[in-house]
């Protein structure tokens, strides 16, 4: 089972550290090449450079949550979403087609337990009422 994971190229999970600009202010970002790659690919498919999409994603970010938190974590997350979306046919595998071209909603709708997407309201309630059940 291990050799699986423990024959990836040493290079993947070297780190990098890159600085970017955010609104004016330069932060530093260290993230695994892996991850780097990846998110020069999503960045590619919208024909941005990797900095754009992560100021991108960083507006993006504060505009729906009010802050940001591990900022380092959350791309890890975005890459490792993105690859998962892209495996479970959510996302083209075409690198052709741009992201911003997809339907969000229609790309979120209904993911597994756990990925995090929105769920229909009726869902989260019987959720809740399931887990209450099981408490009681």
């Known amino acids: 089972m291990c050799e699986v994971f423990i024959s990836a190229d040493p ?3 070297d780190a990098r550290t890159r600085s970017v600009r955010l609104h004016g202010v330069v932060t530093s970002i260290r993230l695994e090449n892996l991850f780097w790659q990846v998110l020069e690919e999503i960045a590619q498919r919208d024909g941005m450079a990797v900095v754009q999409l992560i100021e ?3 507006d993006e970010l504060v505009a729906a949550r009010g802050e ?8 890890r997350v975005c890459a490792l979403r993105y690859e998962a979306l892209v495996a479970h046919g959510r996302i083209p595998a075409d ?3 741009a992201i911003r071209s997809l339907d969000a909603k229609a790309v979120l709708h209904e993911l597994p337990q ?3 997407g929105a769920q229909p309201r009726d869902a989260r309630v019987h959720r809740l009422h399931v887990a209450t059940r099981r408490h009681a």
Not at 68 to 75: I, M
């Open 11 to 13: 290079q993947s999970y």
């Open 114 to 116: 756990g990925w995090g």
């Open 95 to 97: 690198i052709s087609v």
């Open 68 to 75: 940001v938190g591990n900022f380092a974590s959350f791309l």
């Open 56 to 58: 991108r994603l960083y």
